[in-house]
């Protein structure tokens, strides 16, 4: 685990992927990369089997190469908001360094260093070195994109040593109605850090950040909040609800939370209402 702090001074705690699980997601993109290329090189042959210029053959087999090692890993990475195949396998997502979401260019960054520093040219021989190097296991593309991989299974206990987050009551209804199931482990830890450390932040960066992770969590829930609803009020809503699903389910959950009522979230700032 580690702490990040975010541009509005909040600190973050977010597990670092390390080498090995890494290695076991690289592996699972490799075999869709090199997938890929076995097919789009069967293509060009077949489309150019029956003649053509051989140097238009070349500038197609180029731009197929282009496509796969480059375009393939930035688009997947930019849609999934940093979760190939592999790392989607392995339970890891790609942030940035201050723990929020990437965005194309960290992709596209990251898809040139794999092939010119990390692994293609240089048989991953550096990027390894640099993983192994660094304290967070960044790659030689992580350092110049400026971006991390994370996990995103959050160990058994991890949510629960912050203590509950009790249910705002105007929400309490709502709340039922829901559907969590695709709200991240990581993305309710990140929340649940910042609902118990907001009355000590300034109230600007207070603001900002409870708005930038209602509105990452309304992406995931999809369900309007209730007009007037306030950001804070909309998250520990959401995570209030998700923790007593979780401890209704049992421990078979992977994750779990006293039960009880929990502390009131704290009041938000004045004049701080979550974007529709």
Known sequence: ???????????????????????????????????????????????????????????????????????????????????????????????RDDGGPIRMRHSLVRALAMVFLDLWTTSGVLGGLSALLSSRSKRMGDHLAGTIVVGERIPRGAMAAQGPVGMPPPLAVWATTLDLVAVPDQLALNIRTFLHRAPSLDPAARSAIATRLATELASHVRTPAPPGTSAEAYLAAVLAERTRRSVAAGPATGWSTPPGPGPRPPDPPSGFALPR
Do not use: H, Y
């Open 1 to 95: 685990m580690a702490s990040l702090i975010t541009g509005d001074a909040v600190t973050l705690d977010l597990r670092i992927a390390g080498l090995p699980t890494r290695t076991l997601s690289l592996t699972v993109d490799l075999l869709v990369q090199g997938t890929l290329l076995v097919v789009s090189m069967v293509l060009v042959n077949w489309a150019f089997s029956a003649g053509g210029s051989p140097g238009a053959q070349t500038a197609v087999t180029l731009t197929a190469l282009v496509l796969v090692l480059v375009g393939w890993p930035t688009l997947v990475e930019t849609l999934t908001r940093g979760r190939s195949l592999g790392k989607l396998i392995m339970g890891l997502r790609v942030v």
